[in-house]
């Protein structure tokens, strides 16, 4: 096998998994706002390949989501990629400058802060729209409802792909899919 087709046949197979983690891992957090564990599985795919492949595997799984088990149309599938990016293709960015442990982690950190930043903005520029509150609401939710959830959120993210990102990596060696 070639390395574009393993690179494919491995992208295609982490698509696969961030899609059944997200339609079997979704726990509901606070009000409206559910938990995910697709983000891992981007920021991994980030980490092996970069910052475009993140982009690419976020972008399939949430056309996959919008059109099978979301509830939330082409403004959830809007919000998703942007989580997604926000946190993988950062991460995966600043590890591809610094390929090392320390690495992974000031990537997966700066992912956890940028995902926290960029769906605050998101939260109050969309969340409006997409459920219908008027904006002072949501002005109100932002740091005692939607600050917590990102946090935990970007928290979780980087911790199990902390944990994941080497056995994964080698088991996709053992199968000599890297």
Not at 53 to 81: K, P, R
Not at 159 to 177: C, D, E, N, Q, R
Request: proline share 4%; net charge positive; glycine share 8%.
């Amino acid at each position: 096998m070639n390395s574009k087709t393993k690179k494919l046949t491995t992208v295609g197979m982490l698509c696969a998994i961030a899609y059944v983690a997200t339609a079997i891992g979704r726990i509901q957090l606070v009000l409206f706002l559910k938990y995910d564990p697709k983000d891992i599985i981007i920021a991994i795919s980030g980490l092996i390949f970069g910052p475009f492949t993140s982009f690419s595997v976020a972008l399939i799984v949430s056309i996959v989501e919008m059109f099978t088990i979301s509830e939330n149309g082409i403004l959830g599938f809007l919000m998703n990629v942007i989580s997604s990016c926000s946190f993988a293709c950062t991460a995966s960015f600043v590890f591809k400058k610094k390929r090392n442990l320390s690495g992974v982690i000031i990537g997966l950190f700066c992912g956890w802060g940028c995902m926290v930043l960029v769906m605050m903005l998101w939260n109050y520029l969309i969340t409006p729209i997409y459920m219908g509150y008027p904006r002072a609401a949501v002005v109100e939710l932002l740091i005692p409802v939607f600050l917590p959830f990102n946090l935990i959120k970007g928290g979780l993210n980087a911790a199990i792909t902390m944990i994941l990102y080497k056995p994964i990596v080698t088991a996709l060696g053992h199968s000599h899919l890297l």
